[in-house]
């Protein structure tokens, strides 16, 4: 069946511009989060949903970023006024489970470049 | 931030050697993860420890746990050139649901 899907998979802004991010989890998946990788690291933690519900929040770095999933199936991750130290790939995974404590099933990741 | 530390940093081995990577990590646990990453794609989950199991295999890996040590081995046998790649440890299951992944080791598994 499909996986985790994200678009674009690349993107590149001029700093002080507007971004969308989008995810399809994979159906019928109940949490969804977003993850920031920089280059050379690995993932952080971002933020959580289960169904339309954002329950943690805790990782976004600022308030220019945004995250949303309304219906509880796609996601979208708005970051306003982007920032040089923005770019990354962006990850985005889904998991069946209503408290995930089995595997995580990630997205390819949009490459965000801020120039 | 980022759970802990993984060594080698890096690891360049060749093919039929094996290959063991090194996690460590800082708070309790659920449960731990190790993930596969090619470049330029998206994480692979490989297999999954939890905090009560202190070995698991699953083909050609080998996964060690210590919470006394706060500490997990990844162990891949008979390496491959498609084995390339950079992996991950991830601790999950007592920050709701969140992974919190270590800095990753590069392997290079030359043919």
């Known amino acids: 069946g499909a996986g985790v899907s994200q678009s674009p998979r690349y993107k590149v802004a001029k700093r002080g511009q507007d971004v969308a991010l989008r995810c399809d989890p994979i159906?019928?998946?109940?949490?969804l989060f977003w993850y920031q990788q920089a280059l050379g690291q690995g993932p952080e933690f971002l933020t959580y949903?289960?169904?339309?519900?954002?329950?943690?929040k805790s990782g976004l770095p600022s308030d220019r970023f945004f995250a949303e999933r309304p219906e509880g199936s796609v996601s979208t991750l708005k970051i306003q006024r982007t920032q040089q130290e923005d770019s990354a790939v962006y990850l985005c995974?889904?998991?069946?489970?209503?408290?995930?404590?089995?595997?995580?099933?990630f997205g390819p990741g949009t490459r965000l470049t801020v120039l | 931030s980022q759970q802990g530390e993984e060594d080698p940093q890096a690891l360049s081995i060749q093919e039929g050697e094996n290959a063991t990577m090194n996690c460590s990590y800082k708070?309790?646990?659920?449960?731990l993860q190790w993930y596969r990453q090619n470049s330029g794609r998206g994480l692979v989950h490989l297999i999954l420890?939890?905090?009560?199991?202190r070995e698991k295999h699953s083909g050609r890996l080998r996964v060690t746990l210590d919470t006394s040590k706060k500490s997990s081995s990844l162990l891949i046998t008979a390496s491959r050139a498609a084995d390339t790649a950079s992996y991950f440890c991830?601790?999950?299951?007592?920050?709701?649901?969140?992974?919190?992944f270590g800095q990753g080791t590069e392997l290079s598994v030359k043919p």
């Open positions: 995974a889904s998991s069946p489970d209503r408290v995930p404590y089995n595997e995580q099933f």
């Open positions: 159906s019928g998946h109940v949490s």
């Open positions: 949903f289960q169904n339309e519900a954002q329950l943690d």
């Open positions: 708070t309790s646990i659920n449960n």
């Open positions: 420890i939890r905090s009560n199991e």
């Open positions: 991830a601790t999950g299951g007592n920050q709701g649901g969140k992974l919190i």
